[in-house]
């Protein structure tokens, strides 16, 4: 398809803006003008219009197609959320922060005020603060936060760790990184999960945070969590919650009740947030009380009944992580979708997930190689070690799977398994889409083994074909030059 | 309403094809004492009576007001194609375009706001999106850092305070000193960077305009501190870029800022989008998601993300940054809405906002005592000294329905006087001239 710019055509126009009711300006000195205009399309609204409809005609997504991408959580998102954010699409923020402001916002802050509310009672903590942007900002904020807390105690030049598995997301060092840690990594044990012995053997007092996704990505809940939490406790190290798979816990277990002071949550995934092709996302995150001295500004408090206002000035905040209150509209959605499940709603949310992700694990493990096999719950993590024996990765199973209509799982991650195929249905799929997806599965299975060399080929039915990511690596072609 | 499609007979015979007897027993694994007690959160609701509550909680923000404030949010038209095109479920429902073939559309829109960007700001490359303008300026000055190897920052106190603050949240255990040079009358002080101006500093932030409204061209300042080694980063606002002199034509070696006005609604602060360009040379310290052009295996164009050795989910811990999901869907938005737009609008809209801004400002100034803070000229945003404290005066222009300007004071020692008016494209000559009368009033009240 050709780009937006290769069908400009110089001179053609697309919408008509307002005509001026004032007078022209006098012209700015040339110093500051730009000497040529950027070289922006030039389209009718029509063409403007086929050229992003057909453009969204080549991807994939939840609403076309099954997407059972591990770890991204893909669960169907409800069209009233959308309705829901766009009730607060004129409000600006900056009204809030004018002096009296408060009073024409109480709308806006209620409700992350009461989103708050809700999601430390998901998770078992005592505030939460709405500001981070996404997951990652998330665990940035996190820990931050726990450096202020170790500062605060005058530990700030002993606290020089933090501690993840080698199961963890990239995110979970690369953001301790930013808050200035080392990273300490432990490896994941025949078990599939940390092994506790390596970590107990690796805590000192000089870890500040222990990092840990759970259940962790491979799908299986840490039984350890209680005893790896006091093991860090006793080494006034604190525990961060990596909300990634909330989704599969909610009702079950509250992070902050077993042993957890910090947490994000993505509302993108647990909470049913559309994603957007790649976000907005929105990563809330949760503390103990101890924490809540250095929660980012501004806060929001409740002041009376019904009336909200937002505390500014907090010394030992660690200061904003965003321009203003976070990702709002994704909030308003995330907000709508736990009020509209309630408590039942969220309990079956979790119970399905975990229901749809052991019977995919149960229909495939006889085709695919389990490397943990025990109940696991949202999400269950393949390995594509058989089929690579033959020639067939992980990778071609993939592309198999695009020929047949199927979003790839999650592929090459959790790094630890061998051609991990990391499958998480969501609860919102169906037992018929599950069993067709099963199928397939087992279809590429058995082509596998009868025609190994067929995979090199596919995908054969999308607008192209592997692609030469060298070639794109090395060239850095990444803007258009007509 | 959970959107579980699966019947009571299905979920049977899902648990017999496991082997267990119910739901709860998949719960096992987790240990009996670390179950939670208690769930108090309310039961559920259909998605009527869930709208229905949005609307009364919604209802409870006072609309109406006449809004003249900015601050880094601006209240811009968005073209209808904009909510129709991005509101297509192919785009908003699918995720990450880690599976390229599957995903071209995604990848070719974010290929096409690359190009946007770097037509708009005169640099060479971007990156596929950053959370906000605020987050930006912090990704920006950690790239200055990786680039230089140096671990000083000085910025403009001109900059937005909110993007200022977040840089020094995200910089504060990182072993960086960040010195701010404190404005001349709503500007950047000269004097006061070329004294802190040195080979120990690797980057200089600036904003054009800047948080006062004031337009500077740093020309000459980029050749200044290029001479040092150090890198120049400007934060932007994309609309004045219609007209205004790019970082690119200026020698400036990051620029940043907030795509909000770029088709994005206020939507109380978010979502919108950061966006960041460079020179070539420094493509592989950028953060986040970078699209790039190829070819699949039979020759044909193709999308994919590339560079992605910089990022976490490959380098973990030393990674350019920590940035995983980013702001697409906005991104999206503001590359529709600069098609929609397209080359000459985007030209008007800008000579729109600054005509309205010019009356406003005429109109205002007009008033006894009332003074503007700058020389330079302004876009469509500029600060007016008032002949009293501006809070009060804010406070009771609000109370009237004119969400009058943003009080300076509020972040400027000595400026209490100052209060930062914008005016966009949508306020009528009508509600501009409703403004000046009703500042009148104030004042003479007081």
């Not at chain 1, 900002?137 to 202020?148: F, K, P, R, S, Y």
């Not at chain 2, 096409?112 to 700001?121: D, K």
């Not at chain 2, 500077?216 to 501190?225: G, P, Q, R, V, W």
């Amino acid at each position: 398809m050709q780009l937006i710019y290769e069908k400009s055509v110089p001179g053609r126009k697309g919408v008509k803006l307002p005509t001026a009711d004032v007078p022209s300006a006098t012209p700015l000195p040339a110093a500051f003008l730009r000497k040529e205009s950027a070289a922006l399309p030039e389209m009718s609204e029509l063409d403007t219009v086929r050229h992003f409809t057909n453009l969204s005609r080549r991807n994939f997504s939840v609403d076309t197609n099954f997407y059972p991408l591990g770890s991204c959580t893909m669960k169907y998102n409800a069209k009233i959320l959308e309705n829901s954010a766009t009730l607060f699409a004129s409000f600006h923020p900056m009204t809030a922060l004018l002096p009296g402001g408060e009073t024409f916002c109480q709308g806006s802050l209620g409700m992350l005020h009461h989103l708050g509310e809700l999601l430390a009672e998901i998770t078992g903590m005592d505030e939460v603060t709405m500001q981070p942007l996404a997951g990652a900002q998330g665990e940035m904020t996190g820990v931050l936060l726990i450096a202020a807390y170790h500062a605060a105690r005058g530990n700030k030049a002993k606290k020089k760790y933090v501690v993840v598995p080698d199961s963890s997301h990239g995110t979970n060092p690369a953001s301790a990184a930013i808050a200035g840690y080392e990273i300490i990594t432990i490896p994941t044990a025949p078990y599939g999960d940390m092994d506790i012995e390596l970590f107990r053997q690796a805590m000192t007092d000089e870890v500040a945070a222990v990092m840990m996704t759970c259940p962790n990505t491979l799908g299986l809940f840490n039984p350890h969590i209680k005893e790896i939490a006091d093991i860090a406790h006793s080494h006034d190290a604190l525990m961060y919650y990596d909300g990634a798979n909330l989704n599969a816990i909610m009702g079950k277990v509250k992070p902050g009740e077993v042993g957890f002071d910090v947490i994000h949550v993505n509302l993108h995934k647990t909470f049913g947030t559309p994603h957007g092709g790649g976000g907005p996302g929105s990563g809330p995150v949760g503390v103990k009380k101890a924490l809540i001295p250095f929660l980012p500004t501004p806060r929001i408090v409740k002041t009376g009944e019904n009336t909200f206002s937002l505390e500014t000035r907090r010394p030992e905040s660690i200061g904003r992580t965003a321009a203003f209150f976070g990702n709002f509209g994704v909030m308003a959605k995330a907000y709508a979708y736990i009020i509209m499940l309630g408590k039942e709603g969220l309990i079956q949310v979790s119970e399905q997930a975990v229901l749809n992700a052991n019977y995919i694990k149960e229909r495939l493990k006889a085709y695919y190689d389990v490397p943990y096999d025990t109940i696991c719950m949202h999400e269950c993590v393949f390995s594509a070690s058989k089929q690579s024996a033959a020639g067939v990765h992980a990778i071609d199973i993939a592309k198999y799977l695009i020929d047949r209509g199927y979003h790839p799982p999650t592929v090459y991650f959790p790094m630890i398994v061998k051609e991990a195929i990391m499958i998480e249905p969501t609860e919102t799929e169906s037992k018929a889409t599950m069993d067709a997806f099963i199928e397939v599965m087992i279809d590429a299975a058995r082509l596998a083994e009868s025609d190994p060399a067929a995979f090199a080929a596919m995908p054969l039915t999308m607008p192209v074909t592997r692609l030469d990511e060298t070639k794109a690596a090395r060239e850095q072609k990444v803007c258009y030059v007509d | 309403m959970s959107y579980c499609p699966n019947t009571d007979k299905e979920q049977q015979e899902m648990l017999a094809a496991i082997g267990v007897p119910s739901v709860e027993a998949l719960f096992a694994p987790i240990p009996a004492p670390l179950r939670a007690e208690s769930f108090a959160l309310p039961s559920g609701m259909s998605e009527f009576e869930t709208f229905d509550r949005m609307k009364a909680i919604a209802g409870q923000n006072s609309a109406g007001s006449v809004n003249f404030i900015g601050g880094g949010f601006y209240d811009h038209i968005i073209p209808a194609a904009v909510d129709h095109l991005s509101g297509r479920a192919e785009f908003y429902t699918a995720y990450t375009p880690y599976q390229p073939e599957c995903s071209q559309g995604t990848l070719q829109a974010l290929f096409e706001y690359q190009s946007a960007i770097c037509r708009l700001t005169g640099l060479d490359v971007s990156n596929a999106s950053l959370y906000d303008g605020a987050t930006a300026c912090a990704e920006a000055a950690m790239m200055a850092l990786r680039v230089t190897g140096r671990n000083r920052i000085l910025v403009d106190a001109c900059v937005s305070p909110f993007s200022r603050e977040v840089l020094k949240t995200y910089l504060y255990n990182l072993d960086v000193e960040i010195v701010e040079i404190q404005p001349l009358k709503g500007a950047l002080d000269r004097e006061g960077i070329n004294r802190l101006l040195d080979s120990s500093v690797a980057g200089v932030l600036v904003q054009n305009p800047n948080f006062f409204g004031s337009i500077d061209d740093f020309t000459s300042l980029a050749a200044e501190i290029h001479a040092q080694g150090a890198l120049l980063i400007a934060s932007v606002y994309p609309v004045a870029l219609g007209m205004l002199k790019s970082p690119g034509e200026m020698g400036v070696d990051i620029a940043i800022g907030d795509g909000q006005s770029l088709g994005n609604p206020l939507s109380f602060g978010g979502p919108s989008f950061g966006f960041i360009a460079a020179r070539k040379s420094l493509i592989r310290n950028m953060p986040g998601r970078i699209v790039g052009e190829t070819v699949d295996k039979n020759g044909k164009r193709g999308f994919v993300l590339t560079l992605q050795a910089r990022e976490q989910h490959i380098k973990r811990h030393k990674a350019t940054s920590n940035i995983c999901s980013n702001q697409g869907l906005c991104a999206l938005r503001g590359l529709i809405f600069l098609t929609t737009l397209g080359r000459s609008g985007l030209v008007q809209l800008a000579q729109l906002n600054r005509d309205k801004g010019e009356y406003a400002k005429a109109a205002l100034t007009a008033i006894r005592g009332v003074k503007l803070l700058q020389s330079q000229p302004t876009f469509n945003e500029f600060t007016l000294l008032l002949p009293m404290a501006a809070a009060p005066v804010a406070a009771a222009l609000l109370k009237k329905g004119v969400a009058a300007g943003v009080p300076a004071g509020e972040y400027y020692a000595g400026l209490e006087n100052g209060l930062i008016v914008t005016v966009t494209e949508k306020r009528s000559k009508a509600e501009i001239d409703r403004l000046a009368r009703a500042l009148q009033e104030v004042l003479q009240c007081n």
